[in-house]
């Protein structure tokens, strides 16, 4: 893959709930601070949202709650379908993979795609063992062969720190520390060149919270996988991307190198957010 050309383009991705009025964009976000349009009552919780994401490099979300963050990767990985716009993925050479078919997206994100929730919940699927999350994951990308898959998922948890021997327990019976850790062993099981990861250590104690990150830039720094961080948590942010969106009332309103956006923060929330880290 050439490094120069983006894995993924984003051009103005918009999600807009309920029936939007001529000026619902104009008449939401930063500027007036709602997202919601006085006219119509639509929410507008991402609109015109562009950004390149190059192979292996990790891109941070990062907001209030309800700025979007969750929006922009829940349409690119097909859990919410985006009211408008374009994503050109590199893997996929349909062009537009949010005008693709249902059938072609449940390709594009079991082959080419994985997705880490804040919920264990809305990852793991409680009634299979964390191997047989994995083994899941693997089975709806085509592999059947049984032995290699029970491979495959020893070779995965012991990558993610879940003792081997646990293969056959049920997440429910895990930490949370450990249930996030089995739901990034499934999410990378696949070997996707992009992942998603969704407020993964929000729910977790400080402690859990800083060895998860660990886990995650080690396999990122070993596999060099393209990620979309989302979080509220510039602490977060600052450990794990490169470059940064910073998102409030479903819009982009500061976007560039981590270091500098923490650093030389230019719009006026952007210091706010910065300002509350020091
Ligand atoms: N199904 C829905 N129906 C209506 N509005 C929704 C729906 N889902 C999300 N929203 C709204 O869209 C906006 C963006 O939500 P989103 O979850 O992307 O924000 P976020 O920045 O990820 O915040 P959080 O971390 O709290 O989830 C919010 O105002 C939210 O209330």
Not at 55 to 83: C, H, M, N, Q, W
Not at 103 to 113: E, P, S, T
Request: with cysteine.
């Amino acid at each position: 893959m050439n490094e120069n050309h983006p894995l993924l383009r984003v051009r103005n991705l918009t999600k807009v709930y309920g029936e939007p009025g001529p000026e619902t964009l104009e008449r939401t976000g930063p500027e007036v601070n709602s997202n919601i349009c006085p006219d119509t009552d639509a929410i507008v919780a991402c609109a015109g949202v562009s950004f390149d994401l190059y192979p292996g490099e990790v891109l941070g979300i990062v907001g209030e709650s309800g700025s979007g963050k969750s929006t922009v990767v829940r349409t690119l990985y097909f859990d919410i379908e985006a009211t408008m716009g374009e994503a050109l993925f590199r893997p996929y050479e349909g062009g537009n993979i949010l005008a693709a078919s249902g059938q072609q997206k449940r390709h594009i994100r079991n082959h080419l795609m994985g997705m880490v929730y804040q919920n264990p919940r809305d990852g793991l699927n409680f009634r299979f063992s964390s191997g047989g999350n994995i083994a899941e994951k693997l089975i709806m990308a085509e592999h059947m062969h049984v032995g290699r898959i029970r491979e495959r998922a020893a070779f995965l948890l012991e990558k993610t720190e879940v003792p081997v021997q646990r293969m056959d327990d049920p997440p429910a019976s895990f930490s949370g520390g450990m249930q996030q850790r089995v739901q990034i062993a499934k999410a990378m099981a696949n070997n996707p060149p992009l992942l998603f990861l969704d407020e993964v250590t929000t729910g977790l104690d400080v402690s859990v919270q800083a060895k998860v990150l660990d886990l995650i830039r080690e396999l990122q720094q070993e596999l060099g996988i393209a990620m979309i961080v989302v979080s509220h948590d510039l602490s977060v942010i600052r450990m794990l991307t490169d470059r940064t969106l910073v998102m409030k009332n479903g819009r982009v309103v500061e976007s560039g190198l981590t270091d500098q956006v923490l650093q030389d923060p230019q719009h006026a929330y952007s210091q706010l957010l910065v300002s509350s880290l020091l």
